[in-house]
């Protein structure tokens, strides 16, 4: 972990150089100035001598600014390392998580993942500004502080060490008990996080269902887990400043009455009395600055865990050593395929299955794709089409390598897809997703996420193939009409439109259509079945649906049931062989039903 948070301070070595060096020189500048104050006291105050009140007088003020000049710049080197090094720890993360494949972000929830861009951030920027300065700060007006004691009356320093003992035995003690503490708070941030981001993305369900009452209550008890864990610590924490005061106020007790004991006895002048008053204060001040580097880091370990678990994840789904940069076609080719989204038990290797033996935790019931071995012609249309969780869409996902398959091999222009470079890849296999994702920007700068030069003309003709120019046209500024985050401002059925018209900007050899017209009318939907058929006949179309008028003019249908193919054929042929399918077409032809999943 240390070693993965050390690696990000590279563009701010230079910042979190200096700054240690200019707390060190303010600090010798602070640390001299009640030493000059003694003799202020005791060569011109107690002397009568106003030449020499001006003369110290001076040098004080010169050490002052010299502290002062050094203090600014260390506060300016400071944080431009604490901000540059939390700039790159979220670049690091942002930039892995674009590696991502979908198994690698199931690990993180979204909630968690905000939280370690925010707030553990946040945490270990704070305790790397504190690490830079106060860590080097407190260390030295301690070891200073206590050496100008020691110099000026070695007996009454003795005052200090037993006043350390017993401030370090309690801060100790205040502290052992937090840390454990500390280590819990981050994961209620994550549920606070999941709950106020669920909501938010979800609030016009919330609305809908009238359930505001309740998502109060779920954010309520939430917040009352975090604040009751927060007050348990601060409340230990605050331990710290009455426990250190009634050491500081015990050692300017003690410093009276045995510095008057010194002062009448010749051992010890007024000035020196007064420069010690000022050193303990210092010196108790170091070690409780101490104890909070201490808490702080101990918060921050926890955070620094977090954020090195997501820049160390490796990509599940990489490019091969020499990946193939172009597709031939668009056939596909499955190939005894088998895929689970259970990981924790091991996968039976090929020579286990020969042998009948099962090496592994996983069943058939763990396969979301069992088995699937089938042919897909270049520019053939096939539907897909199954009850809720067959694996409709996890076996179209595998075509684009969003998974990586368990078992068996998929190719794509006759080349196994894991051989491919993977832009080139999904460049060639253009997917639909079944959520509907449009960003912040005009319309036109959605499209082009397709295709990033694309012209306008390019933009309207991919838009009247997805049935979405009649709409953009009555926009109130066309193509540059601004999207709202999330599309707030388009309809289901015309998001997914937009959607669809980004794919096909790609100008892709297979386009992969995950129940993408689930949201539009039936003769929109025919309308662009019928657009896709007419006018891009070269491409492959996969097209997952719920709706048997969806895919039933397709070349060939596959019937989906427990991640198992139950019949690959025409409409008509699956009508007569295929009892799954022949009653989802009746349930959704003469009773008007939505097919779910067949009895």
């Known amino acids: 972990m240390l070693k993965t948070l050390l690696k990000q301070i590279g563009s701010v070595k230079t910042a979190s150089i200096l700054t240690p060096i200019f707390i060190a020189l303010e600090v010798v500048m602070g640390v001299l100035i009640p030493y000059v104050t003694s003799w202020i006291i005791d060569e011109g105050i107690a002397k009568g001598d106003i030449g020499n009140v001006y003369k110290y007088g001076g040098i004080m003020l010169v050490l002052a600014a010299f502290s002062m000049t050094f203090g600014i710049l260390a506060g300016r080197f400071s944080a431009m390392a604490s901000s540059g ?25 979204s909630s968690g993942l905000v939280t370690r861009m925010t707030t553990d951030v ?30 000026i009356n070695t007996q009454m320093s003795l005052i200090f060490v037993i006043a350390l003992a017993i401030l370090g035995t309690a801060l100790f003690l205040i502290i052992s008990r937090t840390v454990k503490l500390f280590t819990q708070v981050f994961k209620k941030y994550d549920d ?45 924490m605050a331990l710290n400043h009455p426990v250190m005061m009634v050491v500081v106020y015990g050692c300017i007790i003690s410093l009276s009455w045995f510095g008057a004991k010194h002062i009448v006895g010749g051992d010890l002048t007024t000035g020196q009395l007064t420069s010690l008053f000022t050193y303990v204060m210092t010196i108790l001040s170091a070690l409780m600055m101490l104890s909070m580097i201490f808490v702080q880091l101990t918060m921050s370990a926890a955070s620094g865990k977090r954020i090195a678990e997501v820049i160390n994840e490796k990509a599940d789904i990489v490019n091969p050593a020499n990946p193939v940069m172009s597709v031939p076609d668009g056939s596909i080719d499955f190939d005894h395929v088998r895929f689970t989204y259970n990981k924790t038990g091991a996968l039976p290797t090929p020579a286990t299955l020969m042998a009948g033996q099962s090496a592994a935790t996983i069943t058939d019931c763990d396969y979301a794709v069992n088995d699937v071995t089938l042919h897909i012609g270049s520019g053939e249309t096939v539907g897909i089409i199954g009850g809720t969780g067959c694996g409709k869409s996890t076996l179209a996902m595998l075509i684009s390598r969003m998974y990586d398959v368990s078992q068996g091999s998929i190719k794509v222009g006759g080349v196994d897809v894991r051989d491919y470079d993977l832009e080139t890849l999904r460049d060639n296999v253009s997917m639909v997703l079944q959520k509907n994702v449009l960003f912040s920007g ?14 306008l003309e390019e933009c309207k003709r991919a838009c009247k193939l997805a049935c979405a120019d009649e709409f953009i046209e009555e926009m109130p500024d ?74 039933m003019n397709a070349n060939r249908i596959i019937v989906m049931e427990s991640g198992r193919v139950t019949g690959f054929d025409t409409h008509d ?13 009746n349930i959704q032809t003469q009773d008007s039903g939505d097919f779910d999943k067949p009895k």
């Open 85 to 109: 090094f939390a700039r790159n720890l979220r670049d690091a993360m942002f930039r892995n998580i674009q590696t991502f494949s979908f198994s690698n972000i199931d690990k993180f929830s």
């Open 122 to 151: 946040n945490n270990l920027q704070n305790a790397f500004q504190m690490l830079l300065r106060v860590s080097v700060r407190a260390p030295l007006n301690l070891v200073f502080s206590i050496f100008m004691c020691v110099f």
């Open 192 to 236: 606070l996080n999941n709950v106020v981001q669920e909501n938010v993305s979800a609030i016009r369900v919330v609305k809908a269902f009238v359930r505001e009452d309740y998502e109060n209550k779920k954010f309520s008890k939430a917040a009352r887990a975090l604040y009751s864990l927060f007050v348990r610590t601060e409340s230990l």
């Open 442 to 455: 005009t319309v036109l700068d959605n499209l082009r996420w397709g295709k990033s030069d694309a012209s």
């Open 478 to 551: 066309g193509y540059d009409t601004v999207i709202e985050q999330g599309g707030a401002n388009v309809s289901g059925g015309q998001k997914q439109r937009l959607c669809i018209a980004r794919a096909l900007l790609k100008n892709p050899k297979v386009l992969v259509l995950d129940d993408s017209t689930s949201a539009c009318d039936t003769a929109t939907d025919a309308r662009i079945s019928k657009s896709l058929r007419d006018y891009m006949p070269e491409v492959t179309k996969i097209i997952v649906a719920q709706r048997v008028h969806s895919v």
């Open 573 to 585: 042929n699956l009508l007569k062989t295929n009892e799954i399918y022949r009653e989802i077409y």
